[in-house]
């Protein structure tokens, strides 16, 4: 991606104050761009408002009393999280019990407590292959009955006896060995003969050759996937001991969204309505309900107050306009407030608050990627430890293109990976969702930008591996 490109997809507020920055002598190509105080080109950079200023008097070139005190209200972005997981922990153990879940509503769960054994595998000696049940050295006269799976245990063998047996059936007492359909062959006489070289214990799977009754298979903590349900099954497990998902709810607040059609009259569609409940079942909640409430206090309040949800996630009306209720929502509510904006772009309006003891809201502003931006900061640390499930680890990749930030704050880039490369993606202003379509991660990058081949921290998104590797908005 070329530093043109890339200035293209901000959005004019945040290319035009990238470029004031660029004009302040950065060099091309050689690391981040310094951000740490306003840039000293033609204009400045307004924090409160996410734009440059024009220039003016010397005041001009210091941030304005109000959106320095703003900037550091607003938590950094690795605090936020943290914050946000802390939270989790904090929650009485009582709301987060432990419950008997049967198995085919357990897949996505976590174990509350470690799978042990109830049977040895396989529960008795088994044959791992199609073929004859072989005692002795050959050649073998075979039995005209043969050994299916399912039923009891064969007759014993003698030396010199062989019997056909199938995958999965039971070995019969003194059998040798198992040989394979397509190493044996039989003479005119109908005695088997081996067409290759036979081991003793060949092909037979020994009873507790995986484990025995009592060994533990996996420990507390194991996040649940269709693998593990087919081992609890085989172990003998009806039902699975796990912590529950989490309950959470949404508000969509803003009175220009449209839920079907075209956009007309100054109305919108409403996009996140569609995309929270599944991104938030990804990440290990249990969406029981999305309302719809416009721009109403009163509604919101209501909503609110009347929550039986974990987690209450609201979209928009997190800032300071004449319809953002959320926060006056929040004093009347008497609610605590964790984080209040974070110092994160797109999303920096973002909040965690306490309602309850257990309960917490998860404020996302209205902008579709600046939603995105909060789930990650915010509603993944606080559902994934709620849900118990282990905090995934931290790796890194090289930037395959230069990658411009904001000159305060950390900024969350879509991208894909080619090979050992992120790849950043065009299309990742805050209000666009073209991009993070398309993408496999988002790239963390640090205030004042990266420079190509740059390590920067990836956070992966719930369904990666499922992105086609041809789409590509670079």
């Not at 059998?175 to 036979?198: F, I, N, P």
């Not at 704050?409 to 379509?437: K, S, W």
Request: glycine letters at 10%.
């Amino acid at each position: 991606m070329t530093a043109r490109s890339d200035l293209d997809d901000l959005g004019a507020e945040e290319a035009l104050a990238l470029v004031n920055q660029g004009n302040s002598g950065r060099t091309q190509g050689a690391g981040p761009i310094q951000g740490s105080a306003a840039p000293a080109g033609d204009g400045v950079y307004d924090v409160e408002a996410d734009q440059p200023r024009p220039a003016g008097t010397g005041d001009d070139r210091a941030p304005a009393p109000a959106a320095a005190a703003e900037r550091h209200r607003a938590t950094p972005w690795p605090q936020a999280r943290a914050i946000a997981e802390r939270a989790a922990r904090q929650v009485s153990r009582t709301a987060s019990a432990p419950t008997s879940v049967p198995l085919d509503a357990a897949l996505g769960l976590v174990l509350a407590a470690p799978l042990a054994a109830l049977t040895d595998l396989p529960s008795f000696d088994t044959s791992a292959m199609d073929g004859w049940a072989v005692a002795g050295p050959g050649p073998w006269d075979v039995r005209e009955a043969g050994v299916l799976a399912g039923h009891a245990q064969p007759e014993p063998l003698t030396d010199g006896e062989a019997v056909r047996i199938a995958t999965g059936a039971r070995i019969p007492h003194d059998t040798t060995a198992v040989l394979r359909s397509e190493h044996g062959r039989t003479d005119d006489k109908g005695r088997l003969h081996a067409t290759r070289e036979l081991s003793h214990g060949q092909d037979i799977r020994p009873r507790g050759q995986e484990c025995r009754t009592g060994d533990q298979l996996l420990p507390t903590g194991t996040f649940v996937t269709p693998a593990v349900l087919g081992l609890a099954a085989a172990a003998g497990y009806d039902t699975l001991a796990a912590i529950p998902r989490p309950r959470a709810e949404v508000l969509v607040l803003g009175d220009e969204l449209l839920t079907e059609g075209l956009p007309h009259d100054g109305l919108i569609r409403d996009a996140l309505g569609p995309m929270l409940p599944p991104w938030l079942r990804s990440l290990g909640a249990d969406v029981i309900a999305v309302h719809r409430l416009g721009d109403d206090a009163e509604a919101l309040h209501r909503a609110l107050r009347d929550s039986p949800a974990e987690i209450v996630v609201t979209t928009g009306g997190t800032a300071a306009g004449p319809v953002d209720h959320v926060h006056p929502t929040l004093r009347r509510l008497g609610a605590e407030l964790l984080v209040s904006g974070v110092q994160v772009r797109p999303g920096h309006p973002m909040l965690l608050a306490r309602l309850k003891e257990n309960q917490h809201l998860v404020g996302l502003p209205g902008n579709p990627l600046a939603a995105v931006s909060g789930l990650l900061t915010l509603a993944e640390p606080l559902l994934r430890t709620l849900a118990g499930r282990a905090a995934p680890e931290p790796y890194t990749l090289p930037l395959k293109d230069e990658v411009h930030g904001h000159p305060h704050d950390t900024r969350l880039v879509p991208v894909v990976l080619r090979g050992d490369r992120a790849v950043p993606l065009h299309y990742n202003g805050p209000a666009m969702l073209r991009g993070i379509a398309a993408a496999e991660a988002l790239a963390v990058v640090p205030p004042g930008g990266a420079r190509a081949g740059q390590e920067l921290e990836l956070l992966d998104l719930p369904w990666s591996a499922a992105t086609e590797a041809g789409v590509c908005f670079t």
